[in-house]
């Protein structure tokens, strides 16, 4: 069975199993300095570095207070949540102002380390927890990050470990894919609202999809058949 190192800068320690990690992570949330990591440690795709975190450490929060608030009109109040691709932590601190229970994964070992709450660093493909361990899932702005086949995966692995999500994307308008690679270098991957919903659908969900007032922003409620 997979074990984790859970650590802090406190001089809290110590190693636990899959079942485990979740519970634990939860209790110890606002313990300064927590880290996670896999036995052996996991990968890291090292993609960004320190200038990926100046990007995210140079965005408003306005934006995140949007996607609180499309968290909780989408999914509701339940507990706990998985934030997929959580960064330095934005999001998460605002959802759990509003009484949610977060654990994040990311793949960038430096925002990982900037994330003051419950974060593990991860290999990017499968998501270091049992079925059913969260009520739900949100990702915001990562699946577009992904290859084809890659975004296929990750949207397995969200409905194994939860029998919901919202996911919230970089969409392609018509045949406009050009747009979504220029505004960001790191963007893998231009589907179609449809494209999208059909990605979603071969990982076994009900797709809902919602209108946010942002043309080029898909939103995406998935709930488990």
Same mark, same amino acid.
């Given at each position: 069975?997979?074990?984790?190192?859970?650590?802090?800068?406190?001089?809290?320690?110590?190693? !636990?199993?899959?079942?485990?990690?979740?519970?634990?992570?939860?209790?110890?949330?606002?313990?300064?300095?927590?880290?996670?990591?896999? =036995?052996?440690?996991?990968?890291?795709?090292?993609?960004?570095?320190?200038?990926?975190? *100046?990007?995210?450490?140079?965005?408003?929060?306005?934006?995140?207070?949007?996607?609180?608030?499309?968290?909780?009109? !989408? &999914?509701?109040?339940?507990?706990?949540?998985?934030? =997929?691709?959580?960064?330095?932590?934005?999001?998460?601190?605002? =959802?759990?102002?509003?009484?949610? *229970?977060?654990?994040?994964?990311?793949?960038?070992?430096?925002?990982?380390?900037?994330?003051?709450?419950?974060?593990?660093?991860?290999?990017?493909?499968?998501?270091?927890?049992?079925?059913?361990?969260?009520?739900?899932?949100?990702?915001?702005?990562?699946?577009?990050?992904?290859?084809?086949?890659?975004? !296929?995966?990750?949207?397995?692995?969200?409905?194994?470990?939860?029998?919901?999500?919202?996911?919230?994307?970089? *969409?392609? &308008?018509?045949?406009?894919?050009?747009?979504?690679?220029?505004?960001?270098?790191?963007? *893998?991957?231009?589907?179609?609202?449809?494209?999208?919903?059909?990605?979603?659908?071969?990982?076994?969900?009900?797709?809902?999809?919602?209108?946010?007032?942002?043309?080029?922003?898909?939103?995406?409620?998935?709930?488990?058949?």
């Amino acid at each position: 069975m997979t074990r984790y190192v859970v650590v802090s800068g406190e001089g809290f320690g110590v190693v !636990c199993n899959a079942t485990e990690l979740v519970p634990l992570l939860l209790e110890t949330a606002y313990v300064p300095d927590l880290y996670v990591w896999e =036995l052996p440690e996991p990968a890291s795709s090292g993609e960004w570095g320190e200038g990926y975190l *100046k990007v995210l450490q140079d965005e408003p929060m306005d934006p995140y207070v949007d996607k609180a608030e499309w968290v909780q009109k !989408c &999914i509701g109040h339940v507990n706990p949540i998985l934030d =997929l691709g959580a960064g330095i932590g934005r999001l998460q601190v605002l =959802l759990e102002q509003q009484g949610y *229970k977060t654990v994040g994964v990311e793949v960038n070992s430096v925002a990982m380390a900037h994330n003051p709450l419950s974060c593990i660093l991860f290999d990017g493909y499968k998501l270091p927890f049992p079925d059913d361990a969260f009520a739900a899932v949100v990702s915001m702005n990562v699946f577009e990050h992904l290859e084809y086949e890659h975004a !296929c995966q990750m949207a397995l692995e969200c409905m194994r470990v939860a029998p919901r999500a919202f996911i919230s994307l970089q *969409k392609m &308008i018509g045949d406009d894919a050009q747009f979504v690679f220029d505004t960001d270098p790191t963007h *893998k991957v231009a589907l179609s609202e449809d494209q999208w919903v059909g990605v979603f659908e071969s990982a076994g969900a009900v797709v809902e999809s919602f209108d946010i007032g942002k043309p080029r922003v898909g939103s995406y409620r998935l709930t488990r058949r």
